[in-house]
């Protein structure tokens, strides 16, 4: 017989592993959640972010309003929120998106770590400690779950709320308490709120109130009922009236098409959002536990054992039910769509945990009654079992999540492409890539979580037509792709044809440490005058663009651009000269000194032969006195810790280009 002591040491244990568990769950998300940061790696989140700002009336961008604009209010709200916390907790004047994105994602997180103690709450409440403690073991670590648990989106709140509304339910079901019945209510239509969709947060609720129904006389239920139902049904009425069916989105108009009905029954869409529904868990651990678990229902029932309650297994699989069938009206659900049928995981993690408990409770009977071991030793063989299974499943679930913790400490590409950018490319044209491509929003602030000082401007088309130089003239001056973008481009003679047009600035390749994909950046036009003096077998100048043109008249602003490559690796940090002088004589008329790029790109940074330089914008003043003839132009490279000049084979210390100043 267990006594007083071994009741408080079990509670103790089970205190320490349900603790234990939240605290594992919280480390795997908050080590994830800023997943990539700076750069925003998911195309859904900026759309609330910017709608919250509509909101917020720091923007009025009518496209957000038109395509955004009826989205479920919920989440809007809660980014507005987040957002002015964000500003208030920021010590400079001014914010960056992903700053934003930061709390917004921290949010998501602990969110997450909520649902984990809820879903332990809700194991509890109907199995009892052990269906608690798999519940949150699968919500807690599978790394498909927290990988989507942390997003700047509605769902890791739709998530809570879900499991939350099933907490409520069960516990006004074994309370019979219309107060907590209330509670559930609340937190579903908070569900809807946040995403129309998951309709199934609402079935423990009314299930229950109908249970309430029956089980207490009507004459005492109605009220209470009649009152929970007047809210839900206001709700109701005021979705409709902001316009939940009017969003022009593909879902929306597939929910509202005339097949949704039938995609609704369809039994192959169904299925598969099913499977993904389950694939958190397993479909083999699912399946087996369901049916072993319905095999030890029985038998327990018959023999007069201990058993789940029947009524929450028909709950919980039509929560589900209603779940998956209203995902199959909008949407045919893959691994990158999973977050859609999560709810209904929530709802099968609670009835798998059951059917787990299910089993272990008819196996200590069993041995209780029929094999006559001590209650010493079965419940040694229950902590065996119990561990046996958290190593079943939570030694491959933390294995995975140590990949994404490994994979999220991984630098995006975007960022390099970003930092490379600003340090090295004149913000002189627009940006031309694919519509759709992998850097199709790379300088869109409010999508990529770009933060650089330059403003960079694109142009998106579907198909590329036209001479580089026919671009040139339209204002754009740059090209870039990804990798999969240049493969499919070369692929296609056309195409191809185009790109050995241009001129390569930079291949970023994905290095140790970086996640993405190779970048390639092109100039539509090579430099206007091609060169080549070699620097001290360092640097090379290999062409300039000389805008003003080499005749100009005093007063004027000669206007000139070099191109630079390197031999090697430069062995100082270099500085370029232009000096302007009269063809006879010595004398400085006009001089530039500086970094050859920027003082962002110092020469010691140069460390692709294969990159073309793109040399800062030079601009010298003809003084109003500058007597006409003939003039030269000297460009050159020196240590300004030292002076010296870099010289070509020659022993010439610069190169030349002939000016003429006209009277």
């Known amino acids: 017989m267990r006594t007083k002591q071994d009741r408080s040491v079990e509670r103790k244990l089970i205190l320490f592993a349900m603790t234990g568990l939240i605290l594992v769950s919280a480390a795997v998300r908050l080590l994830t959640f800023d997943r990539y940061l700076p750069f925003i790696d998911h195309g859904d989140e900026p759309v609330y972010y910017l709608l919250a700002r509509n909101w917020r009336g720091i923007t009025n961008d009518q496209f957000v309003w038109w395509r955004y604009g009826t989205y479920p209010p919920a989440y809007p709200a809660i980014n507005v929120g987040i957002q002015m916390v ?104 908070l569900v809807i709120y946040l995403k129309y969709s998951p309709i199934g947060a609402l079935v423990p609720w009314g299930m229950v109130g109908l249970w309430l129904l029956i089980r207490r006389h009507w004459r005492r239920a109605i009220l209470p009922l009649f009152a929970q139902g007047l809210v839900a049904a206001a709700a109701a009425l005021i979705i409709l009236g902001y316009g939940a069916l009017d969003t022009p989105t593909r879902e929306i108009e597939t929910f509202r098409g005339p097949d949704s009905f039938r ?68 949407t045919h659900i893959s691994v990158g769509k999973i977050r859609h049928a999560l709810p209904t995981t929530v709802a099968l993690i609670v009835l798998w945990s059951a059917a787990l408990a299910q089993i272990i409770w008819t196996v200590q009977c069993y041995l209780r009654d029929h094999v006559r071991i001590s209650g010493g030793r079965i419940r040694f063989g229950t902590l065996a079992m119990v561990g046996a299974l958290t190593l079943g499943v939570g030694g491959p679930a933390l294995a995975g999540d140590l990949d994404l913790i490994r994979a999220y400490e991984q630098t995006d590409i975007h960022t390099v492409v970003w930092d490379w950018a600003n340090s090295s490319l004149p913000a002189d044209g627009l940006f031309l890539t694919t519509t759709y491509g992998y850097l199709h929003h790379v300088w869109n602030r409010d999508w990529s979580g770009y933060f650089g000082p330059k403003s960079f401007q694109w142009w998106l088309e579907p198909q590329h037509s036209g001479s580089p130089a026919d671009y040139a003239k339209r204002g754009i001056t740059y090209f870039m792709m990804g990798e999969e973008d240049w493969r499919t481009f070369y692929n296609r003679p056309e ?92 004398k400085l008329l006009a001089q530039d000194d500086g970094p050859p790029v920027s003082v962002d790109r110092p020469t010691l940074t140069w460390d692709d032969p294969d990159e073309l330089f793109i040399g800062r914008d030079i601009a010298l003043t003809i003084p109003a006195s500058a007597v006409p003839g003939k003039y030269q132009l000297a460009i050159g490279l020196y240590d300004y810790l030292t002076g010296q000049r870099l010289t070509d084979e020659n022993g010439k210390d610069s190169f030349v280009i002939d000016i003429t100043i006209r009277g």
């Open 263 to 330: 995609l609704a029954l369809d039994p192959e869409r169904n299925l598969n959002n099913w499977s993904f529904a389950i694939l958190p868990i397993g479909m083999a651990l699912f399946a087996f536990a369901l049916a072993a678990g319905t095999v030890a229902y029985l038998y327990s029932r018959r023999r007069g054992w201990r058993t789940i309650n029947l009524t929450w297994v028909g709950i919980l699989l039509l929560s589900g039910v209603f779940g998956i069938m209203m995902t199959a009206t909008y």
């Open 86 to 189: 964000t500003e208030a907790l920021n010590p400079r004047p001014w914010t960056l998106p992903p700053d934003y994105w930061y709390l917004l994602r921290l949010a998501a997180a602990w969110t997450g770590i909520l649902t984990t103690a809820i879903l332990i709450a809700c194991g509890r409440q109907l199995a009892g400690p052990l269906a608690g403690f798999f519940a949150g073991l699968v919500w807690g670590l599978i790394p498909i779950i927290v990988n989507n648990n942390s997003l700047a989106l509605p769902d890791p709140f739709v998530y809570f709320g879900t499991a939350t509304a099933m907490l409520f339910a069960l516990i006004a079901w074994r309370r019979q308490s219309f107060r907590w019945l209330f509670g559930s209510l609340l937190a579903g239509l």
């Open 495 to 586: 195409d191809r044809a185009f790109i050995d047009q241009l001129t390569l600035i930079k291949k970023i390749p994905l290095r140790p440490g970086y996640r993405g994909q190779t970048v390639y950046f092109y100039r539509m036009l090579p430099p206007q005058i091609p060169v080549r003096f070699n620097y001290g077998n360092q640097i090379s100048l290999v062409g300039y663009d000389i805008a003003s043109g080499t005749e100009l008249k005093s007063g004027e602003t000669l206007r000139l651009r070099p191109y630079w490559r390197i031999q090697g690796k430069p062995k100082t940090n270099y500085s370029v000269f232009v000096h302007l002088m009269p063809s006879d004589a010595p």
